[in-house]
């Protein structure tokens, strides 16, 4: 079954604008990491929050994770075309070496 | 490149027909991994090996399909009498050892018609 579940599923914004999205989990955690899927290609690693971590920064990536609320965001500032893709979470739990990843986040910019 | 890579990029194939893909990882990574992922789904996890050793497996893998590892190196995945439901991108991943993240292939894209 899926851990992660991302929220909004779709998000349209233009060049410039800022884009967030949320995904929730469902058991405690060991890391929480996002992931980026150009259409039909493989994922990329973006950014990876330990459990005991509450906030990351990587380039114009920012991710916040909340254990109490089991959920984390991940903000891309200053968007730009080139960032349309879909973005996944992905969860994994201590002494699992599975990712539980969530349906993903499609999101579109606008040039 | 010296990425993760899957072989082939594209399979299509009849129901009943065995289909074999092969994944090559980072040469330094000793975890290996496979994924499935279907259409506006996230990838579900299938199976992982640490070298040679196929450690964990889940449900979703049937007895139809068989993943081997033989020198902890490539792998390759096989599905045994296709069914239309096996139509799918398949992602192979890898990692080292106490690193999570994981960088994946591009994928095979599989249809069974």
């Known amino acids: 079954s899926q851990q992660g579940e991302e929220d909004p599923q779709a998000l349209s914004i233009q060049e410039g604008e800022n884009a967030t999205m949320n995904c929730s989990y469902k058991t405690s955690i060991n890391n929480l990491q996002w992931y980026r899927q150009n259409s039909g290609r493989g994922l990329v690693h973006l950014i990876l929050i330990r459990s005991n971590e509450r906030e990351k920064h990587s380039g114009r990536l920012r991710v916040t994770l909340d254990t109490s609320k089991k959920s984390s965001s991940l903000l891309i500032t200053a968007s730009r075309a080139a960032d349309t893709a879909s973005y996944f979470c992905a969860a994994d739990t201590y002494g699992n070496n599975r990712l539980a990843f969530g349906k993903g986040n499609q999101v579109v910019v606008i040039p | ?113």
């Open chain 2, 1 to 113: 490149d010296t990425g993760v890579s899957q072989d082939p990029r594209h399979k299509i194939t009849k129901r009943g027909q065995n289909v074999t893909f092969r994944c090559d990882p980072i040469s330094e990574h000793n975890r290996l991994y496979w994924y499935r992922q279907t259409l506006g789904q996230g990838p579900e996890f299938l199976t992982y090996f640490q070298n040679e050793a196929q450690l964990e497996k889940s449900r979703l893998l049937s007895d139809r399909f068989s993943a081997e590892r033989p020198k902890g190196s490539f792998s390759t995945l096989e599905i045994q009498r296709t069914e239309q439901g096996d139509s799918a991108m398949y992602l192979c991943a890898s990692s080292l050892d106490g690193v999570t993240e994981a960088f994946f292939g591009q994928g095979t894209r599989l249809t069974v018609v």
